[in-house]
Nanobody, 126 residues
Framework: QVQLVESGGGSVQAGGSLRLSCAAS????????MGWFRQAPGKGREFVAG????????DYADSVKGRFTISRDNAKNTMYLQMNNLKPEDTAVYYC???????????????????WGQGTQVTVSS
């Protein structure tokens, strides 16, 4: 089992940047495929980015490609999401997720994972 805590959310103007962090408890962080998801008001939860256990494979939603960068530091049990050139449509609650068995593709397709953080709000104003 793993517990996840997100941080780094906030309010920025369009074109600004934020860096989200997801700190994981336990000593088996490197055994989890990790992902970032978001949920805007009135919308369903959507995949943002995913990263494999070693960080060797990464995937992004088309809407964030070229602007967001996912990374992980297994020695620090932490995953990151660097968000640049933010747009008002990026406004949402951002969640980190971990799964010991699903692939990134599966997490992306079904927006599912075994473990979730509590979420952090990102608000982008125009």
């Amino acid at each position: 089992q793993v517990q996840l805590v997100e941080s780094g959310g906030g309010s920025v103007q369009a074109g600004g940047s934020l860096r989200l962090s997801c700190a994981a408890s336990g000593r088996t962080f490197s055994s989890y495929v990790m992902g970032w998801f978001r949920q805007a008001p009135g919308k369903g939860r959507e995949f943002v980015a995913g990263i494999t256990r070693s960080g060797g494979s990464i995937d992004y939603a088309d809407s964030v490609k070229g602007r967001f960068t996912i990374s992980r530091d297994n020695a620090k049990n932490t995953m990151y999401l660097q968000m640049n050139n933010l747009k008002p449509e990026d406004t949402a609650v951002y969640y980190c997720a971990a799964d010991p068995t699903r692939t990134i593709a599966s997490m992306r397709l079904r927006a599912r994972a075994d473990y979730w953080g509590q979420g952090t709000q990102v608000t982008v104003s125009s």
